[in-house]
């Protein structure tokens, strides 16, 4: 039987889409966004081909309201969990936004689980860019999504970079008003191996630019399962960080 993780009585049960059969894809939201709202432009043709499990953050969706302040860690546990209840043992992660801090803390957490990695529009710890956005935007959202917003300034996952050991795409939107291209650059400069590509588009690239953003994001998911596609590319701009890229 799946082993699933202790639930603790301050963080809610996670409303998780479940569609679609194959490889295990586990999806991670952005911040103040939502299964919904970052994804469903592209849920079908991710879902063509795997077995997506989508949760929404406690007060994002269905999910009701956490009890207490938003923790990483156990963020992290209960997003991965939304896959083990539901016999997904072992998946990709697929983050965007904060959800690629959560991306990157699962692979380091659960390195038993997670088989590989796409990060679009992300960062390891928040610049000032991002941060002088937070008053503004927590001014804008309901006080639901107030959570999501009051984590961010705590937010470092510098050091779990270098522990990655998994196939990693990491996917920058060089038009993004939120998140600067800088942080995906410097995601992809401490992933060992991590492959790099490049989309003018502002921040929510699922919504924008969907058909371009599924290009690479289903190449390299088919190469995970197929070696031999994993040179064609399939529309990345080719440049693989080793290491050599930086803020």
Not at 132 to 137: I, N, S
Request: no cysteine.
């Amino acid at each position: 039987m799946p082993r699933s993780f202790p639930s603790s009585p301050s963080f809610p049960d996670l409303a998780t889409t479940f569609v679609g059969t194959g490889p295990g894809l586990l999806l991670a939201h952005g911040a103040t966004g939502s299964v919904e709202g970052n994804f469903a432009p592209v849920l079908s043709a991710l879902a063509a081909a795997h077995t997506v499990v989508a949760p929404d953050y406690p007060g994002s969706g269905e999910t009701p309201v956490a009890d207490a302040p938003l923790d990483l860690d156990e963020l992290v546990d209960s997003v991965v969990d939304s896959a083990v209840r539901r016999g997904v043992e072992r998946f990709a992660v697929l983050g965007f936004s904060l959800g690629t801090v959560v991306a990157v803390r699962a692979a380091v957490r659960h390195p038993e689980r997670v088989t590989a990695l796409v990060l679009t529009a992300g960062f390891a710890r928040p610049d000032e860019h991002a941060l002088g956005l937070l008053p503004g935007w927590r001014a804008e959202v309901p006080p639901a999504l107030h959570p999501h917003i009051d984590l961010i300034p705590s937010l470092d996952t510098t050091g779990d970079l270098a522990q990655i050991a998994v196939p990693t795409l990491v996917v920058a939107t060089t038009a993004d008003s939120v998140v600067l291209p800088a942080g995906s650059r410097a995601l992809a400069a401490g992933i060992r191996g991590a492959r790099y590509t490049e989309i003018d588009s502002d921040h929510v690239v699922m919504v924008e630019r969907p058909e371009e953003w599924l290009k690479p994001v289903l190449g390299f998911l088919r190469s995970l399962n197929d070696p031999s596609l994993s040179d064609d590319n399939d529309g990345e701009d080719g440049r693989d960080s080793q290491g050599g890229e930086g803020k």
